[in-house]
């Protein structure tokens, strides 16, 4: 192929057109993959800052209750750690994108999700106090 | 009879090849900057609702700026550059805005946690 499209075998395409795409961490190294593969990625990337944006909803949520009807402060807390941990996922989108886009064009093992345990621990913990929290006050 | 001459593509055109991967990841940023604009709406409407006043300024401007981003400037660079235009950019923008939606929210949430309630 002398398009300069790449090949979906995985080979790098015979382009002769330079590469200006950036992070040029991620671009100036190694061979380009399956475009196919390469927009997995990236769907994979917007499905963590759809994440972060619904931790930002909730949090933004719970904090519109708590002051409606008053409940206690507490609530309010819970409303700012989804706030800041919807912000740190969406960032760690990015880290998350660049890490696998590296790796895929070095042939190298995908890393591991690391962030998915911390959001999965984050979500559990905050449903366990809000389940509490409606026992309790049953 | 009508006979059907509809034939697939040959097997080596880029959409035999790579099907509707392209089409799901727009979809998949289309639902990305939907939600961020929504978010906006939403931090907007629970300020000024709380009385939170400079947030949601703050949001309603962020968020037709975002807005404007998602539907004229990002989808026009890429459809320009090509396939030759990587997603950093454009994810990196995506990044930011939910980063701002949510310091935004905590801002509001801090607020109404820390002011003198109407008792």
């Known amino acids: 192929m002398t398009d300069g499209v790449p090949r979906p075998d995985g080979e790098a395409s015979a382009a002769s057109v330079p590469d200006h795409r950036r992070p040029r961490s991620v671009y100036a190294v190694g061979t380009e993959p399956d475009p196919r593969f390469s927009m997995a990625n990236e769907r994979t990337a917007l499905a963590w800052v759809r994440t972060g944006l619904a931790l930002i909803a909730g949090g933004i949520a719970l904090t519109s209750i708590s002051a409606v009807t008053d409940l206690p402060g507490f609530l309010d807390v819970i409303a700012v750690l989804a706030c800041i941990f919807g912000g740190l996922t969406a960032l760690n989108a990015l880290a998350s994108w660049q890490r696998t886009e590296r790796a895929m064009r070095l042939g190298e093992p995908l890393p591991a999700p690391a962030a998915l345990r911390w959001l999965v621990g984050g979500v559990v913990i905050a449903a366990a106090v809000l389940v509490g929290y409606a026992i309790v006050q049953r | 009879m ?104 905590a801002v509001t949430s801090i607020i109404v946690l820390v002011r003198p309630g109407p008792g």
């Open chain 2, 2 to 105: 009508t006979e059907n001459t509809r034939r697939p593509p040959p097997a080596d055109t880029p959409g035999a090849v790579y099907g509707a991967a392209a089409e799901r990841t727009a979809l998949a940023w289309q639902r990305a900057g939907l939600g961020v604009v929504v978010g906006f709406f939403l931090v907007f409407r629970t300020a000024f609702g709380l009385g939170v006043i400079p947030v949601g300024v703050i949001a309603a401007i962020l968020g037709v700026l975002v807005a404007a981003l998602l539907v004229f400037v990002v989808p026009s660079a890429r459809f320009l550059l090509g396939h030759r235009a990587g997603p950093w950019s454009a994810l990196t923008a995506a990044a930011v805005a939910v980063v701002s939606l949510g310091m935004l929210g």
